[in-house]
């Protein structure tokens, strides 16, 4: 199997569907992306790259970047975390307020907003937000090996200036007792680290490591435990596409984690990263392209972790 050609294949497989869905017109900033925009890139664990179209195009990976706060979360408290985060399909949209008053303010998992704003303030403890921010783009571009990663102001403004649910999950929690901090410094983490500019080639090095049991491809460098990566594997596959994560693990078969800028990341376990970028979003805001050019590269590959 020739990955370039099987790249070849997704793409004719999905041409007809770039430019599907609604872009998130939510957050400003996001509005004025071109729909039309697609890429994809698949880094293996012997770190080969294959690309496809708009693959080196930075975009603003929003909720994927749950995935690598949760991992330093993790570093930071281990399994103290799950005491103020459940680890559950929360079958409700990523910004719901309604199930945070039937379970005291604990999030049902750290993929929904309410979750990865829990998330936020646990790496906020001890520090003032820049430090954190500080250590989730370090973190990043560690894992990458690219100091050129950024954290986009501008899209950082417009989620402040917009992010009224976002207030108002925090609060909330705040009232339970479930954020430790000022709220204000604990959505300012959470707005700028979903503000990361990256392109499809950089996230998939960067979720490589979940791929590689817990190990960075360079040197064999542990970022994680095996138990620890496949147990946040475990946590894409169910939670990480919201209330739409059956149907993922049903077409696609992997792992995975979307974001409202159209990107989303997939881990084939012991084989790549797969990065995908489309950023027209469907019904449960997660991209429609995107979606289909996994559910066809896990086809050409055979790569679905359900045999």
């Not at 899209?155 to 007792?177: D, I, K």
């Not at 946590?235 to 596409?241: D, K």
């Not at 974001?259 to 990263?273: D, Q």
Request: with cysteine; net charge neutral; proline share 4%.
């Amino acid at each position: 199997m020739q990955l370039e050609d099987v790249l070849k294949d997704v793409l004719v497989d999905v041409a007809d569907h770039i430019g599907e869905g609604k872009v998130a017109n939510y957050i400003p900033a996001l509005a004025k992306i071109d729909p039309r925009k697609f890429g994809m890139a698949v880094v293996t664990v012997d770190g080969d790259i294959h690309v496809t179209g708009d693959a080196e195009e930075a975009f603003s990976i929003q909720s994927i970047s749950k995935v690598f706060t949760l991992t330093l979360a993790l570093g930071r408290v281990g399994e103290g975390l799950w005491k103020r985060v459940g680890r559950e399909p929360s079958g409700t949209p990523f910004n719901s307020i309604v199930q945070l008053e039937q379970e005291q303010g604990i999030p049902r998992n750290p993929f929904i907003n309410a979750g990865a704003i829990v998330v936020a303030d646990t790496l906020l403890s001890g520090h003032q937000p820049r430090e954190t921010l500080g250590e989730i783009l370090s973190f990043m571009r560690y894992l990458t090996d690219d100091d050129t990663i950024i954290i986009d102001a501008e899209v950082a403004r417009s989620e402040q200036q917009t992010g009224f649910r976002n207030a108002a999950l925090a609060n909330y929690m705040h009232a339970f007792s479930n954020i430790h901090n000022p709220v204000e410094k604990t959505l300012g983490v959470y707005f700028h680290q979903c503000a990361l500019s990256m392109n499809c080639v950089q996230l998939a090095k960067a979720g490589l490591f979940l791929a590689n049991r817990g190990l960075l491809t360079r040197g064999g460098r542990s970022v994680v435990s095996w138990e620890r990566a496949r147990r946040i594997n475990a946590l894409m596959l169910t939670c990480g596409h919201y209330d739409a994560s059956g149907d993922f693990a049903f077409r696609v078969g992997l792992p995975g984690k979307s974001g409202v800028g159209g990107g989303i990341l997939a881990i084939a376990p012991g084989k790549a990263a797969i990065a995908v970028w489309s950023p027209g979003l469907n019904a449960n805001g997660n991209s429609a392209t995107g979606t289909k050019a996994l559910e066809s590269l896990a086809r050409r590959t055979g790569w679905s972790i359900f045999g």
